[in-house]
């Protein structure tokens, strides 16, 4: 059973910093074989692309919104990935969630594997 589980998620205030765990299980194929992404959720909006790490972890991308305060990472030998969210704001408040699949990309339907998500909230 695939399982793709976010942790790090909480309240902070405004300009605090959060980092996100991305642990994975059970996937037919070793974790270093994935793509890894990161996507949000805020209320009353659609899921949107964040960040994006190959597989060797060398090249990443992210979205204009996030670039310069977030950083994506991975550890292949946990089967993990991570999303070090510093500078925040009130419109980072959303559901984070990583995801896993075959290619290097930016849209949901691209990953194969998603976590449940964790809540992360922005607020004084």
């Known amino acids: 059973q695939v399982q793709l589980v976010e942790s790090g998620g909480g309240l902070v205030q405004p300009g605090g910093s959060l980092r996100l765990s991305c642990t994975t299980s059970g996937l037919p194929f070793t974790f270093s074989s994935y793509y890894t992404g990161w996507f949000r959720q805020a209320p009353g909006k659609g899921r949107e692309f964040v960040a994006r790490?190959?597989?060797?972890?060398?090249?990443?991308d992210y979205a204009d919104s996030v670039k310069g305060r977030f950083t994506i990472s991975r550890d292949n030998a946990k089967s993990a990935g991570y999303l070090e969210m510093n500078s925040l704001t009130p419109e980072d408040t959303a559901v984070y969630y990583c995801?896993?699949?075959?290619?290097?990309?930016?849209?949901?339907?691209?990953?194969?594997?998603w976590g449940q998500g964790t809540q992360v909230t922005v607020s004084s």
């Open positions: 995801a896993v699949g075959p290619t290097f990309g930016t849209q949901r339907y691209q990953y194969r594997y």
């Open positions: 790490i190959s597989l060797d972890g060398e090249r990443t």
